[in-house]
């Protein structure tokens, strides 16, 4: 068997329309994924011995992540890169996706590709069930990262009404959130999501890692979290240019 198909299974809540929910059900899957956090954390460090000590590095708020991140995007990379188990659902040809993309703009933009691709939350094939609860345990993992360095960011469900109205891909899920401050919006890190891309991208262009003034660019999903951490997606005060060096 692969390490897919040996991977141990748990139930993340995998909404594919979260924000059309009762926000009962919603609320019932948010503390589903706080009651499993530390037991989802023990369950990935065990079946990845060999990344033990990034997992640890990541929740230790007094240690640099970047050594750690570095280290499990090359696993990410050497272990997934060759395993593809979405397959896409949508067969519509090239001039119907080129019109569809002419007459309904928003709703092809916004819409993500994973969400066409309807095995993925349904499949009950063993690999791509291991591969969904890898990717639960890796975004309750950078999830508690985050959180343990900014005390201003918390586990929540994104209820805010302008993300349900723009119909972004975090609005109704469990995220790592900023609360809304007068006129600042919130800001929230759906790590699931970004992880799910991350998956996608290995079969596409990559991005090399680089740093740009202390911004890590990347399609391995873990560096959102250093650049949140760093304060790069705050609202700079009043004046400040965000990345301005002084003469």
Known sequence: MSFLSRYPLWQFPFFETPAKMPRSQRGDAFEAIMAARAERIAVLRAAVPGLAGAVDALLDPAADPVPALHQLEQWWNRRLAKVNLVIDADKSSLWRGLLALVLFRKEAMMRHEAHR???????????????????????????????????????????DPEDARMGLPQAGRVVVMKARKGKVPPISFDFYWSLLKSYE??????WKTVAFQGVWNSDFAGWDLVNAANGWCDVPPPGEIKGARPV
């Open 117 to 159: 691709r309807s095995d993925w939350y349904r499949s009950e094939d063993r690999a791509v069930a291991g591969l969904r609860s890898l990717i639960g345990d890796l975004a309750v993992l950078f999830g508690e990262a985050l959180v343990c360095r900014r005390e201003d960011f918390v586990w929540a469900i994104d209820d």
């Open 201 to 206: 991208k290995l079969f596409g262009v990559r």
